[in-house]
């Protein structure tokens, strides 16, 4: 059993589990704005030094803090937001999986702040 299509806000009719086209090209813009206003890796202090601060951070903590699986990510449990004080406190950082640091984390950091002081 399929399931209707669905109208997007822009009129268009789009099959049911898919993004209509002017969405996608919305999303690509607003990531393209973001993206060009954003330093670099470098300049955010993700440098050789942090390379190998990280593999020996998973060396010690090779679990997903979230599911268990193997950890490739080490996450800063609060954002640094370029304290480099706090970047480098590894109190503050967590080893994480792709998937969960993709999904889980970003969607925490994304969610309203009045949600979160709840």
């Not at 993004?19 to 607003?30: G, L, Q, V, W």
Request: aromatic share 6%; proline share 8%; with cysteine.
């Amino acid at each position: 059993m399929t399931r209707p299509p669905h109208a997007c806000t822009c009129g268009r009719m789009v099959p049911h589990g898919t993004r209509c086209p002017c969405k996608i090209t919305a999303t690509r813009d607003r990531q393209r704005r973001h993206d060009a206003n954003r330093p670099s890796a470098r300049e955010r202090g993700y440098t050789g030094a942090w390379e190998e601060a990280r593999r020996a951070f998973l060396a010690l903590h090779p679990a997903c803090a979230f599911c268990g699986y193997t950890a490739t990510v080490v996450d800063h449990i609060t954002p640094h937001r370029g304290d480099m004080a706090l970047f480098w406190d590894n109190a503050n950082w967590q080893p994480l999986c792709k998937p969960c640091h993709d999904r889980r984390k970003q969607r925490s950091e994304a969610a309203p702040r009045s949600l979160l002081a709840r």
